[in-house]
């Protein structure tokens, strides 16, 4: 097509529209209602620091594909000829996949020092604005916040600490009515970022990379696959468009054994200076209430590195941990024992027999773990890889069937320039970690199909491609209540509506207690309280009120569990797309799960109506799940309820006609 035919050049799905002007810059559109201003939506920085962003639209071709369309851009400017392959996919309505290649057309080599693609300011709305950025810091912010101006934040997807970084390569801005989202579907993490910022004039999001390169004369610098999706609601769809997406270069969950659903206790209570006999005694009254995982956290060992038994505790060695963990199956729960991979302590012998398994940077430091005052280990080094996986075997050999693998060190890992490991390319450390706890996975499923292999980033933004290597996740300390719900619905679009996302110890919650929360939105429940006394000198300090599991506390520990039980809702279909978390208020979540609709809002206080959306056709009846109090019927697929509540609501609907959607 040439230029003088098309001074605009739209492409389209009939969801989203991309419109490209004359020097290809472009305009985002959704159903036809810009969303964004026509700006450069990719750009190329010179080793001298100019931008590139303008490039003559020289040519346009588009094919058909199976279950799709793909167009063709070529441009040129300044001695780079620019292409774009956009890709339209008729499974994903709404969402473009973008190929975006530069090639040096001149007689020298081109310096580039970064580039930025799907670079879009969705335009202002009077209700503002929220995002998602799936980028680890180590103030462990919320991943879903509020845009307001003149703030922002970079969300590198390399370390933005010695031991936080990695996460999802993928950042969503919305407002009420319509989002974008942007994202890479690479199938290893790359070192660039997803800059989500407040503007003047809407919000910005793009993806970047700062990596310098030099492109020699006819060669061509290739960017990472992207994808640009326009939406409705809040982060869920594109989430979960990303999911199928990279599940279609086989990278998905793996199968989810019943274990992984089951409720859990964790000695985590008593610190690490734990004592055996109260951790058998608290796990007798976990089991009494309808628990059913004992795990056994950080304190048995002596050391971060090497693994071995603390004499104090275990004094006859292998020989007691087996009988420990012979005590848990006896008194009927499920032992998972804890583990923090990839930490190594200074002084250790592993470390002075094997100093060649360290991480080191370009000026041959090690990478610290800040919580253990521990170095990080190479899990690009198959030394290093092996050794783990003897350690998975010797901890199943124990008899436990499950391990908290823990540590905010687990999301990502710098560049490794160890000259001992051979890499290729420095990267292989940050790229290869998926493949370390696919191997560690792979080696427990190996010896028990049902093993639980959790992997707990404490606080980072869980990291996409390690998924592959666990099948159960809790929410990695969280700071809130709404922490914990967020990462729960961000999980159920990541893995899968049914994923096993555990709420983790319930004493980090609002109230020290908010269940509720757990319960609300399918995640398991977990805790760690004390029994029948709070503990003395623990690592955490105490909550007001302390941990231990009081008659008062007890019922209410009680009633949660029993309802879990009955129901069961991390094993239904969470319907992430119902509700909007940033706008919609009070805050809801669906389940739709054996015929029935479960519901759940939240607020601090509220009086009026909850909509419950998604209902099957004909009339249902609505009983409180909590109190078991009928609140009469409503009609679907949509009804609005009278409600008064405090911090919590949960509903069930039944239907009255024999329609369900289950």
Same mark, same amino acid.
């Given at each position: 097509m040439a230029l003088k035919e098309a001074p605009i050049l739209p492409l389209s799905d009939g969801v989203l529209t991309i419109a490209f002007d004359t020097g290809m810059h472009s305009r985002v559109s959704m159903r036809g209602k810009p969303l964004t201003a026509m700006e450069p939506g990719e750009a190329i920085r010179l080793g001298d620091q100019r931008v590139v962003d303008r490039f003559l639209l020289v040519e346009h071709t588009q094919d058909q594909i199976a279950g799709g369309r793909v167009h063709h851009l070529r441009g040129t400017a300044e001695g780079i000829e620019k292409r774009i392959t956009v890709t339209f996919l008729a499974a994903y309505p709404g969402l473009a996949l973008l190929d975006i290649r530069y090639r040096n057309t001149g007689a020298a080599p081109l310096a580039v020092a970064g580039w930025q693609a799907a670079t879009h300011d969705l335009l202002s709305h009077p209700d503002g604005a929220w995002s998602f950025s799936g980028a680890s810091y180590p103030d462990?912010?919320?991943?879903?916040?509020?845009?307001?101006?003149?703030?922002?934040?970079?969300?590198?997807?390399?370390?933005?600490?010695?031991?936080?970084?990695?996460?999802?390569?993928?950042?969503?801005?919305?407002r009420r009515d319509a989002g974008i989202a942007v994202g890479h579907v690479d199938t290893v993490p790359r070192l660039v970022s997803l800059p989500v910022a407040g503007q003047p004039g809407g919000t910005r999001i793009a993806i970047v990379g700062d990596q310098g390169a030099v492109v020699p004369p006819g060669g061509t610098l290739a960017l990472p696959p992207v #994808?640009?999706?326009?939406?409705?609601?809040?982060?869920? +769809? !594109?989430?979960?468009?990303?999911?199928? /997406?990279? $599940?279609?270069? =086989?990278?998905?969950?793996?199968?989810?054994?019943?274990?992984?659903?089951?409720?859990?206790?964790?000695?985590?209570?008593?610190?690490?200076?734990?004592?055996?006999?109260?951790?058998?005694?608290?796990?007798?009254?976990?089991?009494?209430?309808?628990?059913?995982?004992?795990?056994?956290?950080?304190?048995?060992?002596?050391?971060?590195?090497?693994?071995?038994?603390?004499?104090?505790?275990?004094?006859?060695?292998?020989?007691?941990?087996?009988? #420990?963990?012979?005590?848990?199956?006896?008194?009927?729960? +499920? !032992?998972?024992?804890?583990?923090?991979? /990839?930490? $190594?302590?200074? =002084?250790?012998?592993?470390?002075?027999?094997?100093?060649?398994?360290?991480?080191?940077?370009?000026?041959?430091?090690?990478q610290n773990v800040s919580f253990w005052d521990a170095f990080t280990l190479c899990p690009a080094y198959p030394p290093v890889v092996d050794y783990f996986r003897g350690q998975i075997r010797r901890i199943l050999g124990w008899g436990f069937e499950g391990l908290k693998l823990d540590g905010q060190h687990l999301n990502a890992v710098a560049p490794c320039y160890n000259p001992a490991h051979k890499h290729v390319r420095p990267e292989e450390s940050y790229e290869k970690l998926q493949d370390f706890w696919k191997a560690l996975y792979d080696e427990a499923i190996s010896i028990n199909p049902n093993a639980v292999m959790e992997i707990c980033p404490c606080g980072d933004s869980f990291a996409f491609h390690n998924i592959p290597g666990m099948n159960h996740t809790p929410a990695s300390d969280p700071t809130s209540s709404w922490q914990i719900r967020l990462k729960g619905k961000t999980f159920k679009a990541m893995m899968g509506p049914s994923a096993p996302?555990?709420?983790?110890?319930?004493?980090?919650?609002?109230?020290?207690?908010?269940?509720?929360?757990?319960?609300?939105?399918?995640?398991?429940?977990?805790?760690?309280?004390?029994?029948?006394?709070?503990?003395?000198?623990?690592?955490?300090?105490?909550?007001?009120?302390?941990?231990?599991?009081?008659?008062?506390?007890?019922?209410?520990?009680?009633?949660?569990?029993?309802?879990?039980?009955?129901?069961?809702?991390?094993?239904?279909?969470?319907?992430?797309?119902?509700?909007?978390?940033?706008?919609?208020?009070?805050?809801?979540?669906?389940?739709?799960?054996?015929?029935?609709?479960?519901?759940?809002?939240?607020?601090?206080?509220?009086?009026?109506?909850?909509?419950?959306?998604?209902?099957?056709?004909?009339r249902h009846r609505v009983t409180d799940s909590f109190t078991g109090k009928p609140l009469g019927t409503v009609s679907g697929p949509q009804a609005r309820l009278p409600a008064t509540f405090e911090h919590f609501l949960v509903l069930e609907t039944t239907p009255l006609d024999g329609k369900t959607n289950a």
């Open positions: 462990r912010r919320d991943w879903v916040q509020p845009i307001r101006p003149g703030t922002g934040q970079r969300n590198f997807m390399g370390m933005n600490a010695t031991d936080y970084g990695g996460g999802t390569p993928v950042a969503v801005v919305w #994808f640009l999706m326009v939406h409705e609601g809040d982060h869920f +769809r !594109p989430l979960d468009a990303y999911r199928r /997406l990279m $599940a279609e270069r =086989g990278f998905a969950a793996p199968a989810i054994p019943e274990p992984s659903y089951a409720p859990v206790w964790c000695a985590w209570g008593y610190g690490r200076d734990f004592k055996i006999p109260e951790v058998l005694t608290a796990m007798g009254k976990a089991k009494e209430i309808g628990l059913e995982w004992a795990v056994l956290d950080d304190g048995w060992q002596t050391s971060e590195g090497d693994w071995k038994l603390n004499p104090a505790k275990f004094p006859r060695g292998d020989a007691d941990m087996k009988a #420990f963990a012979a005590q848990i199956k006896a008194g009927g729960m +499920r !032992p998972r024992l804890w583990l923090a991979p /990839l930490a $190594a302590d200074p =002084g250790t012998d592993l470390l002075r027999d094997h100093p060649d398994m360290l991480l080191l940077d370009a000026n041959g430091a090690a996302f555990a709420g983790d110890h319930v004493e980090l919650s609002d109230r020290h207690d908010d269940f509720a929360t757990h319960y609300g939105i399918g995640a398991i429940l977990s805790t760690k309280f004390t029994w029948p006394n709070d503990p003395v000198g623990t690592t955490d300090p105490l909550p007001p009120g302390g941990i231990a599991l009081h008659p008062q506390k007890e019922a209410l520990w009680r009633k949660w569990i029993a309802l879990y039980h009955a129901n069961m809702l991390p094993k239904g279909e969470y319907l992430g797309g119902l509700y909007d978390i940033g706008f919609d208020k009070p805050e809801g979540h669906a389940i739709r799960k054996d015929g029935r609709m479960h519901y759940a809002f939240y607020a601090d206080r509220w009086s009026g109506a909850v909509v419950l959306r998604g209902l099957p056709p004909g």
